[in-house]
């Protein structure tokens, strides 16, 4: 704690004068300890001598903020400011006796209220349009006339259509009346042709369309469809790959290994369940991963080892992080400078500074990955990029080297690029040529949309070929072979792989007909073991075992018992449907005559064999999992007459136990309830239940049996009857059977004779030549005529207008009416700048500095008003926490508390005052406006910077809770990068684009100060900096004209390492191949 307060008696006598340091006072403690021991009193007494020894507050504690940089001299400071400094000299900062300024003052907007002093002539009179304003609006029916306060701007002024349209607007409208009259013949009646809506082409496909549905719910037209064709090509297109490449001899072994697990795993496979993905992906066999082609080259695909990729990942990430800082600020500006001194547009630069970044990222991992060998995973990692990316020392000038899969892209890149210059190229011509029909938008794009598919058409595989180029000219061999390999496949097998598996088409549907075998000596019983399974004679046994349940222990057997006979029918011939219905009538039928003449007479509860047999029985039978026998199955268990009669009367016999056995406690006595119990059970039980069981049970056997054996023996006459009925439920309201299941099932005949047949095979084609052949010619020439007629008479009402009125007495307007409208002029643009002087700019940086100051010093100032509450905390938590004490928040700590919050609360209230007056109440929108020419921003950076490196740190960075080097880490830039913090607080002043300097094509308007406002110092600052031929060093690129160039920072995940990673296919591959 003592050496608490030697710090922070340093940090004041760094910052204030030892009259103005705060003063301390010991903390007092009022202790009364009546009636206690002395030992106790002695002990809290050393206690509270101790506290008061090291525990103080702030007696006296001057609030003193640092002087104000603009009014230092104005209120005294100099010799403050001189202390304060610790005796450096300032004299960039202008610290001196100066009147105080306003910085509200320092930047007016100009007012745009010029059309009164406009409209008027230099001797007061209106003026009068002179012949280019006439020939203005003449020919586009506006004029301009030149501002009188901001040179260069003009004021534009549009004339109503009432009174003069111009002569090109009234040709373009001439030339739009005429594509409009051209769209009706050449897009919309051809539309109404061969359109994909509502055309004669859609009217006969429509037609087709119900005559085939017809013909299929009627018989049945054959459904096939290809699967799975895009990954039956990946496929190929993988083997094909690594067809050539011949394993290393020293690794054929290794390799016989492999083949030798896969194969046991496939056997596995067969008969067991595992994850095979998860076993396969660690297999316990080396994989070799060096392989030569035909020619000898060798391939290293130590890349796909997930061990070594695992292992080198720590470094790895370590080194991406490390290579992404510091570099790439300074490269992407300059970079910009140098591409904008070359007149190239924004999106090139924006292309190449991006390729550029990633290269030189790239480059630079790939640098730091070869000297760095930390282990053996890091060694292979690093040799095997060698492989893939060639990095060399390359003499000035030359481009660095990229890795492969950045050579593939920009191939992509330049394609599409190319692409989009020819896109363009021909949308000027069509538009040049073209005049009337570059007007009609759907015309165009077919053009466009033609000339793409000429392009793909054409350069199919370009991006293929000139990734080859640049991969050869960096000596990528491995690149280069599988480049070739994959461009032969697409070039030559992909063809005909495509035209083959689309032959290969298999059914949309299948159907499966189960038929019943009735007698269980006919089931068939199947053994599988280890992939092998066999049919094994159907044996029966009276002996039940107990595994009856498929075991999932490979080394036994399992057997399965098939009681249907299956048979499978599918949409793959003609007259599927009838071949349905005959299938589903058969099976069916037997099902039936199987149900209804062995289940329900012989084995159901209500059979003959329930009446006529004495023993239970057990119908039916299952599987054993021991030997493959069948046994009775006991939960199919059926009572019978005479077991049904034997169960009624050992119930009553139990309940007539069950109540004798009982003690006789009830309310009134088994004397009189034995009477009621035994009329219960002989009578109502026993005597009913035996004639329902005798009388009543065998009348329902006989009826269900004789009718159910009846239904057997004519299921051959009704069952066809009722398939028929079925078959004419599908066709008529809910197609069961519908061989797509995305097809509507409902309703099939009355869509596609109604809606297929009759309206859009009917009615459309009637309706589209109907509007292609008269509709459309007539409203076309209804157009034309309109469209001629309105620009004649447009040219004469123009001429008569211009020479009666507007010639005679037009003048310049100095307000809108209902004839004119100004249209642009000062202050009606938003795309506009505030051009400011640089004195303005020092001065509000300035303001910037002090402010900065402030927040150090307000951070300082805090953690010194509540240093004593920090003391007290940590004393009493140094002796009292081992006897698991803990702090009051009353008595002398509570009055610490409350002396600290009035201290900070008057210390900002000080600050608010003094932050107010350092406002220059510029709003948003004003802000992200302000510029400066290229010149006055390298002599504001360049002062600043100088500021800056004086000011900084003395008067900030000795108060930061943080050191220096944190502080410019935080900031994103070099250690005494000045010039970077300087366009950085610039920014955070004004805006971002107030680093963009000035365009001379940029629309700007002065915005000075008032005229009190003395920026005199600030002028000598200007004129005292001294600028080199190209810019003075300090400054360097970072603050170049960037416009709408947005690169970010390049950042290489961890997976482009990792040729696992899956890149889908594009779009276009997708289409050809769908």
């Known amino acids: 704690m003592s050496g608490v307060r030697s710090n922070n008696n340093n940090n004041n006598n760094n910052h204030l004068p030892d009259s103005l340091e705060p003063e301390r006072e010991p903390v007092k403690f009022d202790v009364h300890l009546r009636g206690a021991p002395d030992e106790v009193v002695q002990l809290v007494q050393n206690i509270k001598d101790v506290a008061e020894q090291f525990l103080y507050h702030w007696k006296t504690f001057p609030l003193v903020l640092p002087p104000s940089l603009s009014s230092a001299g104005a209120t005294g400071g100099d010799t403050g400011s001189a202390q304060h400094d610790g005796g450096v000299s300032l004299s960039s900062l202008p610290r001196r006796l100066n009147k105080h300024i306003n910085l509200r003052d320092l930047f007016l907007a100009p007012s745009f209220d010029e059309l009164d002093a406009v409209a008027v002539d230099g001797k007061g009179e209106p003026r009068r349009l002179n012949g280019k304003h006439l020939e203005c609006i003449r020919e586009r029916g506006e004029f301009e006339v030149e501002s009188l306060n901001f040179p260069g701007q003009v004021h534009k002024w549009l004339l109503s259509q009432l009174l003069q349209k111009g002569t090109e607007r009234s040709r373009d409208s001439l030339l739009n009346d005429l594509a409009l009259a051209l769209r009706f013949i050449i897009v919309t009646a051809k539309g109404r042709l061969v359109s994909h809506f509502f055309s004669l082409y859609q009217a006969v496909r429509s037609l087709v369309t119900g005559l085939l549905k017809l013909l299929d719910i009627i018989i049945g037209v054959p459904s096939l469809q290809a699967h799975n064709l895009e990954t039956k090509i990946r496929e190929e297109r993988w083997q094909y790959l690594v067809a050539e490449l011949v394993c290393r001899s020293e690794f054929e072994d290794s390799l016989e290994l492999l083949c030798g697990f896969v194969r046991r795993q496939l056997r596995r496979a067969t008969t067991e369940k595992f994850e095979v993905e998860r076993e396969s992906s660690h297999p316990p066999v080396p994989v070799p991963y060096l392989f030569l082609t035909p020619k000898g080259v060798e391939l290293d695909l130590r890349l796909f080892n997930r061990d070594t990729?695992?292992?080198?990942?720590?470094?790895?990430?370590?080194?991406?992080?490390?290579?992404?800082?510091?570099?790439?600020?300074?490269?992407?500006?300059?970079?910009?400078?140098?591409?904008?001194?070359?007149?190239?547009?924004?999106?090139?630069?924006?292309?190449?500074?991006?390729?550029?970044?990633?290269?030189?990222?790239?480059?630079?991992?790939?640098?730091?990955?070869?000297?760095?060998?930390?282990?053996?995973?890091?060694?292979?990692?690093?040799?095997?990029?060698?492989?893939?990316?060639?990095?060399?020392?390359?003499?000035?000038?030359?481009?660095?080297?990229?890795?492969?899969?950045?050579?593939?892209?920009?191939?992509?890149?330049?394609?599409?690029?190319?692409?989009?210059?020819?896109?363009?190229?021909?949308?000027?011509?069509?538009?040049?040529?073209?005049?009337?029909?570059?007007?009609?938008?759907?015309?165009?794009?077919?053009?466009?949309?033609?000339?793409?598919?000429?392009?793909?058409?054409?350069?199919?595989?370009?991006?293929?070929?000139?990734?080859?180029?640049?991969?050869?000219?960096?000596?990528?061999?491995?690149?280069?072979?599988?480049?070739?390999?994959?461009?032969?496949?697409?070039?030559?097998?992909?063809?005909?792989?495509?035209?083959?598996?689309?032959?290969?088409?298999?059914?949309?549907?299948?159907?499966?007909?189960?038929?019943?075998?009735?007698?269980?000596?006919?089931?068939?019983?199947?053994?599988?073991?280890?992939?092998?399974?066999?049919?094994?004679?159907?044996?029966?046994?009276?002996?039940?075992?107990?595994?009856?349940?498929?075991?999932s222990d490979p080394s036994q057997a399992v057997f399965l018992v098939e009681k249907e006979v299956v048979r499978t029918t599918t949409t793959r011939w003609p007259m599927w449907r009838w071949i349905n219905y005959c299938h589903r009538t058969w099976s069916w039928m037997w099902n039936a005559m199987f149900f209804f003449g062995v289940v329900i007479p012989w084995c159901s509860p209500v059979s003959l064999r329930a009446l006529l047999c004495v023993e239970p029985f057990m119908p039916d039978l299952e599987l054993s999992q021991v030997n493959g026998t069948l046994f009775p199955r006991k939960s199919s268990l059926t009572p019978t007459l005479s077991s049904r009669l034997l169960s009624l009367w050992r119930h009553i016999s139990k309940s007539r136990t069950h109540f004798e056995t009982k003690p006789d406690t009830g309310f009134i006595g088994k004397g009189f309830t034995r009477h009621l119990n035994r009329l219960w059970n002989y009578l109502v039980k026993g005597l009913l239940g035996t004639l329902c069981v005798v009388l009543i049970f065998p009348l329902v056997c006989f009826v269900t049996s004789f009718c159910s054996l009846a239904m057997a023996l004519t299921a051959f006459i009704w069952m066809p009857v009722v398939t028929l009925g079925l078959h004419l439920f599908m066709a008529l309201i809910c197609d069961l059977d519908s061989p797509d299941p995305t097809r509507n099932r409902y309703l099939v005949i009355l869509e596609a004779i109604l809606w297929n047949i009759g309206i859009q095979g009917g009615i459309q084609p009637v309706l589209a030549l109907f509007v292609a052949f008269f509709m459309c010619p007539l409203i076309s020439v209804t157009i034309l005529t309109v469209g001629v007629l309105r620009y004649w008479c447009r040219l004469l009402w123009d001429t008569a207008s211009f020479h009666l009125v507007i010639k005679k007495r037009g003048r310049v307007p100095a307000s809108d009416s209902f004839v004119v409208k100004r249209i642009a002029g000062p202050g009606l643009a938003s795309n506009y700048f505030y051009q400011v002087r640089p004195e303005q700019a020092l001065a509000a940086f300035e303001a910037k500095l002090e402010l900065d100051e402030l927040a150090a010093y307000q951070h300082e100032t805090e953690q010194t008003i509540l240093q004593p509450q920090k003391d007290f905390s940590q004393f009493v938590e140094a002796c009292f926490g081992p006897f698991s004490a803990q702090l009051s928040k009353t008595g002398p700590y509570l009055c610490l508390q409350k002396e600290g919050q009035d201290l900070v609360s008057a210390l900002h209230e000080k600050l608010e005052r003094r932050r107010r007056d350092l406002q220059t109440g510029l709003g948003v929108a004003v802000r992200s406006k302000i510029k400066l020419t290229t010149l006055e921003l390298k002599i504001a950076i360049q002062q600043a910077a100088l500021m800056l490196e004086r000011f900084y740190p003395l008067h900030v960075f000795q108060r930061l809770p943080i050191n220096e080097e944190d502080y410019w880490e935080s900031k994103g830039l070099s250690v005494h990068d000045w010039a970077g913090l300087a366009g950085l607080m610039y920014a955070d002043i004004f805006s971002l684009d107030f680093l963009t300097p000035l365009d001379e094509m940029d629309t700007k308007f002065r915005l000075e100060p008032h005229q009190q406002v003395d920026l005199s110092r600030y002028t000598e600052m200007v004129h005292g900096a001294e600028l080199g031929t190209g810019g003075p060093d300090l400054l360097g690129p970072v603050y170049a004209p960037r416009g709408n160039i947005q690169v970010h920072s390049p950042y290489l995940e961890v997976s482009a390492f990792n040729p696992r990673s899956k890149v889908t296919a594009t779009n276009r591959k997708q289409e050809k191949r769908g």
């Open 309 to 551: 990729m695992r292992r080198a990942l720590p470094a790895l990430v370590a080194i991406l992080e490390r290579e992404t800082r510091g570099w790439f600020l300074h490269f992407r500006e300059r970079l910009i400078s140098e591409l904008r001194s070359q007149k190239l547009p924004d999106e090139e630069i924006e292309r190449y500074n991006f390729l550029s970044n990633r290269s030189t990222s790239s480059r630079g991992v790939v640098v730091t990955l070869l000297t760095s060998r930390d282990n053996t995973a890091s060694h292979t990692l690093c040799y095997t990029l060698t492989q893939t990316t060639r990095t060399t020392s390359y003499p000035a000038g030359e481009n660095p080297p990229r890795p492969s899969q950045v050579r593939s892209r920009r191939a992509v890149e330049n394609v599409q690029k190319k692409l989009t210059k020819t896109k363009d190229s021909l949308k000027q011509r069509i538009e040049y040529m073209y005049p009337v029909f570059s007007r009609i938008r759907p015309w165009m794009r077919d053009k466009l949309r033609s000339a793409e598919n000429h392009f793909i058409e054409e350069c199919q595989w370009s991006a293929h070929e000139e990734a080859l180029m640049l991969c050869t000219s960096q000596r990528l061999h491995q690149t280069v072979y599988f480049l070739n390999r994959d461009l032969t496949f697409m070039r030559e097998r992909e063809p005909v792989l495509l035209k083959e598996l689309r032959k290969v088409k298999t059914p949309t549907r299948s159907f499966q007909w189960l038929t019943q075998i009735w007698f269980p000596s006919n089931w068939i019983v199947r053994r599988s073991f280890q992939g092998q399974s066999e049919v094994i004679p159907t044996v029966q046994s009276a002996t039940a075992t107990s595994i009856t349940m498929p075991r």
